[in-house]
């Protein structure tokens, strides 16, 4: 069993930056694999970034790529997503999300706010 708790959301302007943080406990993150979503109101969740826990790799959605940037700490067990250049768009629930080599995305965070406005 994984849990996952996001923090770091919070009210930014446009063209500002946040890093929101995923910390993990329950085992370490081995072949797991990590995603961020996201999800505004009255819209489908959407998919943000991946990144392999042991490998690394990165991916991202079409609309934050060259502005959104996943990492991890394997010391900290913590993955983060660093947002920048923001837009009112970007204005949504985020959410950490863990799945084990090719399983589903079984755990979640709770989630955090970002508002992007002036």
């Known amino acids: 069993q994984v849990q996952l708790v996001e923090t770091g959301g919070g009210l930014v302007q446009p063209g500002g930056s946040l890093r929101l943080s995923c910390a993990a406990s329950?085992?370490?993150?081995?072949?797991?694999?990590m995603r961020w979503y996201r999800q505004a109101p009255g819209k489908e969740r959407e998919f943000v970034a991946h990144?392999?826990?042991?490998?690394?790799?990165?991916y991202y959605g079409d609309s934050v790529k060259g502005r959104f940037t996943a990492s991890r700490d394997t010391a900290k067990n913590t993955v983060y997503l660093q947002m920048n250049s923001l837009k009112p768009e970007d204005t949504a629930v985020y959410y950490c999300?863990?799945?084990?080599?090719?399983?589903?995305?079984?755990?979640w965070g709770q989630g955090t706010q970002v508002t992007v406005s002036s």
């Open positions: 999300a863990a799945a084990y080599a090719n399983q589903g995305f079984d755990y």
């Open positions: 990144i392999g826990w042991s490998s690394g790799i990165t």
């Open positions: 329950g085992r370490t993150l081995s072949w797991y694999n």
